[in-house]
């Protein structure tokens, strides 16, 4: 096979391939190990020289099917509870599929109006699903970490502006540093957009209180206070990764506005609390944030790659990421341009599938899901309550359970030590995932549940596993 044209005629074929093998996959998405056997050797043997002729785009299509099958982390199955990993529920898989056939570029409003607007929608939708004022506006990213990237970004420049000069235009090094205050909680892809942003790790102060790092309010005051009205940004985490806990978000909104600072908040998974009742005061206060983000490959169950960002400064569209050549449209032009709201110039069309997935099943339906996990996750806490091996380390205010192993007899010096052992051999065995933390200096177990997918059942089988590769340790 030479030039591309030349295999038009394989198209069909390739469509129906590519859905019988997905359709194969997914189906044994409940019963299949979420890390199949002999899979990381499998994927580590790969290799080969560049063709100088090619196949065909049936036959790598096979192939890559194959190693799928058999190689794949099932990741979007109900079983995988590591590092806060949602599903793709169906409305979103589909609208997924047709992103990606109509392959949209989402920069410049006249490169896809139908992108463009229905990112408007989708966002808008967020917007009100979250429950924020609507002088904020926002943008699809590709993530968390991207999301944080883009408010701190913000955050920087209104600093600068505060100061009298544009960190933009004129680099840091034009003004003075900015400070940041945050609890212990503050997340790692926070502090390295800070890096990536000339802002400094070094100069994230963290104000804990204890060895979890919960805040310090009355550090947080004293240190804005000592800035006089100097600009500072505050970051406030939204569900803390080890266990899923929160800063008082209320209170750091109550000194940020006194004080003159820009508060952040980020909820890459903790912002879905507000869609409950039951847990909506934990992010009491995100409304009279500055800036807020979260994921949609977490709990909104949107295939990766997505996020959210929203930003209630206005000027940050024009003051961080506008750009100006003769070929693109002007910044204040009548339609949204969303590269000039995001790092990205050439932008997949994320809306489709956080479009479809909201019109499938509303405001109503996500806060069931929301809902059914915070059920699971009392569950899973329950058993290990019950179970006299193991140690819950925390309480459980959202969907993380924080626990270990703590068999009777065994003296405190080896505990660590185990639990990474069992770690180990949970991810080796493939069965079921979740990983390990530290927690207030111990090793420590923390499944996350957000998959759309996950039971009784699904949780179930992961404290048994963890039994039964523990009596074999």
């Known amino acids: 096979m030479s030039d591309p044209i030349s295999g038009r005629g394989e198209l069909e074929q390739v469509l129906d391939l590519a859905a019988r093998e997905a359709r194969a996959y997914l189906d044994g998405l409940e019963a299949e190990p979420v890390q199949p056997p002999g899979s990381e050797a499998t994927v580590e043997a790969l290799d080969s020289p560049l063709p100088e002729t090619g196949d065909g785009a049936i ?5 890559l099917a194959r190693l799928g099958s058999e190689t794949a982390t099932r990741s979007s199955g109900p079983r995988f509870f590591h590092f806060v ?8 898989l589909g609208a997924d599929w ?6 949209q570029n989402v ?3 006249v490169a896809s109006p139908l992108g463009s607007r229905l990112e408007a929608i989708a966002l808008d939708w967020l917007r009100q699903l979250f429950e924020l004022p609507e002088e904020f506006r926002g943008v699809l990213v590709t993530g968390g970490t991207m999301a944080n990237f883009v408010c701190l970004a913000a ?3 209104w600093c600068s502006a505060r100061l009298g000069d544009s960190a933009a235009e004129r680099g840091l090094a034009a003004i003075p540093q900015i400070p940041v205050l945050s609890s212990g909680y503050v997340h790692a892809s926070a502090v390295k957009s800070l890096a990536l942003l000339g802002v400094g790790k070094a100069n994230v102060r963290r104000l804990g209180r204890d060895p979890a790092g919960r805040l310090d309010l009355d550090a947080l005051d004293a240190e804005l206070a ?8 505050v970051i406030a985490s939204a569900g803390e990764v080890n266990a899923g806990d929160f800063d008082p978000i209320a209170d750091m909104a109550e000194l940020a506005e006194r004080r003159g600072a820009w508060l952040h908040v980020d909820g890459a998974f903790g912002l879905f609390a507000r869609l409950s009742p039951r847990t909506a005061q934990l992010t009491a206060g995100v409304e009279r944030a500055s800036s807020a983000s979260s994921d949609g490959h977490k709990w909104l169950n949107v295939p990766h ?7 209630r400064e206005r000027d940050w569209i024009r003051d961080s990421y506008a750009e100006s050549a003769d070929y693109l449209p002007p910044v204040d032009g009548p339609h949204p341009n969303f590269a000039y709201r995001a790092p990205e110039g050439s932008r997949r069309a994320r809306a489709l599938a956080v479009w479809a997935t909201l019109r499938a099943y509303g405001r109503e339906g996500y806060r069931q ?3 059914r996990h915070l059920d699971l996750a009392q569950y899973l806490a329950r058993r290990i309550d019950r179970e006299p091996k193991f140690e819950r380390l925390a309480e459980v205010p959202l969907n993380i359970v924080c626990f270990r192993l703590r068999p009777p007899g065994v003296a405190e010096e080896l505990l660590d030590e185990l639990n990474r052992a069992l770690g180990e051999a949970l991810l080796e065995d493939g069965r079921v995932f979740a990983g390990t933390t530290l927690f207030e200096g111990k090793v420590a177990f923390r499944p996350a549940i957000v998959n759309w997918q996950t039971r009784e059942s699904d949780v179930d089988l992961l404290v048994d596993v963890l039994l039964e590769l523990s009596d074999r340790l």
């Open 85 to 92: 990993i949602g599903g793709t529920t169906p409305a979103a």
């Open 155 to 157: 955050a920087r420049d």
């Open 305 to 311: 790659d997505c996020g959210f960002a929203f930003v």
């Open 107 to 109: 920069g410049a409003w």
């Open 98 to 103: 047709l992103a990606s056939a109509f392959d």
């Open 59 to 63: 036959e790598p299509l096979r192939e």
């Open 369 to 371: 899901m929301v809902e």
């Open 226 to 233: 000592a800035l006089d009205g100097r600009p500072a940004i």
